[in-house]
């Protein structure tokens, strides 16, 4: 229905008197419901209806299956668009909003008594519309109730509702609605590194490019240096050539500041010649860069992406966490959602770095599925103009803590982990030992409940699924995105964090490890005037022999043994690690 903008503005100053523009817009139907709190939160109180948020309105976008499909063939090597990514303004003008989902969009506003011209719109695009409400007015446009909810976790204050909706009629034009019921935010999101206690000491002396560029030391297998990752991944002798034009990415969030000293620091102590290399910082929303509180998920980021990928320019991207909900207090608050605010910084620059590494994730199910995929379709955009996405798989095998379900029916499940499950991210695993590596024992991994399985795994999942028969049936869904695609090592990392080596473990590892290898790639195909790898999915599983098999381990979790490494794909360590000599022949 295509309303005129003269009948809109009639429409609105009879919106109370109208009978039809009240039905029109009084017709709620659910968009999203828990039914239960988000485990971990407490109702903590009503918030003052006069608060103001920002309300970020997701608009469905109108050529989205245009998208993916032009997302997946520059992304097939047997295709004849490969390699051809799309610019900026090809991305946003599939994107856009039908000009009647905007129009309609508009009219709920007005009815509201919210002007459309007072909506911030994201670039060109617009598909995402940024609107400054009070609880009151959020609460009658949303059909619900805003609660302040309190978690212990994190001594933190959330403003979220339990469920909302929108008339009926905005439900083919909208796809999601925040702040509503994604509780998660910044600080309940949750990095995938950890300390682990021994700190090897000497290693700076014993391991410092000492190595023959083919030969795995033992010493590997416990004590992960720069010298082992290139020699693991077979990088040891490749010398950068595109600086100029190839670049990486690292995500920070939580307030975690990558140092800057610490880097020179590591670098003196394992690749000396790269003394002197910098990486630059890009403050997005109010992300900080505190240069006196390093962060050890920050700090490794940085230090093994470029431990492979160095003298790449690297780019260290601090989005700004939330500030923190003062119940008495009437500023406006920045809800700041997790992805979305660096997304829409990235997504509106013309040239993305052509690979980018993030280690952050939640349980799939705390993400709102609505959410969820309205996040992926954005990483879809990234894939699109040319970038690689790489994602820690997580830490909790195939799901941390009891595993219940929140669904109301307790039942204990495998917890796949998003975003590693959104089918257009590349999700690494981790390994531990060498010659050969092991998969690790908290390597995340298995099937999304959200995402279907896409086609391009299909043939590598299949045999893994008929060897696994009928073992946890009903446990995981045999027909979702299965994860992780690939893995790299994951224990026994020395980062530099104030100064001081520290043994550090997690997939948080072996993303950005992994990025620096696909890092060298891009550097390989651009030096040889060839087109980014991209989104690697599609690629990497008709080339499964550039990767190191894993063959044994397992990721128990949920009190279940969890899934078993073996011959080909599995869901612990994908396709196996990378051997950039092999990759690079195979994408020549
Ligand atoms: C997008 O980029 C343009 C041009 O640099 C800028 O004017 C605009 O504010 C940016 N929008 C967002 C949401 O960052
Ligand atoms: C399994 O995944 C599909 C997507 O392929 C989804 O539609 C379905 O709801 C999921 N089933 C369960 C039990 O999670
Ligand atoms: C490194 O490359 C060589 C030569 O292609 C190959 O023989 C070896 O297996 C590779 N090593 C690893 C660890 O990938």
Known sequence: MLWLPAFVVGLVQLSIANPLAS??????????????????????????????????????????????????????????????HLSKEEVDALVAPHPDSLETVESWLQYHGINPADARFRSTASEWVTIRVSVAQAERMLDTKYGV?????????????????????LHSHVDVVTP?????????????????????????????????????PASCGTTVTPACVRAMYNTTSYVPRATGTNKLGITGYLEEFANDADLQTFFKDFLPADVGTTFTHVQVNGGLNTQSDPGVEANLDIQYSLAIAVPTPATFYSTGGSPPFVADSNTPTNTNEPYLDWLDFILNQT?????????????????????????????????????????????????????????????????????????????????????????????????????????????????????????FAGLYNATGRAYPDVAAAAEGFQVVISGRTESVAGTSCSSPTFAGVIALLNDFLISEGKAPLGFLNPLIYTIPSGFNDIVSGSNPGCGQAGFTAGVGWDPVTGLGTPDFLSLQALVA
Not at 62 to 77: A, C, F, Q, R, T
Request: include cysteine; proline fraction near 7%; aromatic fraction near 12%.
């Open 180 to 216: 509503t019921t994604y509780f998660g935010t910044m600080r309940s999101m949750r990095s995938t590194s950890f300390l682990k206690p021994q700190t090897v000491t000497g290693a700076e002396d014993s391991f410092a490019l000492e190595i023959s560029p083919l030969a795995v």
């Open 149 to 169: 909810y309190y978690h212990a976790g994190s001594d933190s204050y959330v403003v979220r509702t339990m469920e909302y909706s929108l008339p009926r009629e």
């Open 351 to 471: 040239t993305i770095p052509q690979t980018i590494s993030t280690s952050y994730g939640d349980d799939e199910q705390t993400v709102p599925e609505d959410y969820a995929v309205s996040v992926c379709n954005l990483f879809a955009q990234l894939g699109a103009r040319g970038t690689t996405v790489t994602f820690s798989s997580g830490d909790d095998g195939v799901g941390g803590g009891n595993c219940l379900t929140n669904d109301g029916t307790n039942k204990v499940i495998f917890q796949p982990a998003f975003p590693a499950s959104c089918p257009f991210v590349t999700a690494v695993g981790g390994t531990t030992k060498v010659n050969p590596e092991v998969a690790v024992d908290f390597s995340g991994g298995g099937f999304s409940r959200y995402f279907a399985q896409p086609s391009y795994q299909t043939a590598a999942v299949s045999p893994f699924l008929t060897g696994l028969g009928t073992k």
């Open 23 to 84: 039905k029109r817009w009084n017709d709620p139907a659910v968009k999203h419901a828990w039914v239960e709190t988000p485990r971990g939160w407490e109702f903590h109180s009503a918030p003052p209806p006069d608060h103001l948020f920002d309300m970020r309105i997701g608009l469905k976008q109108n050529k989205l299956e245009e998208l993916i499909s032009s997302l997946y063939e520059v992304s097939d090597p047997a295709h004849e668009r490969y390699g051809q």
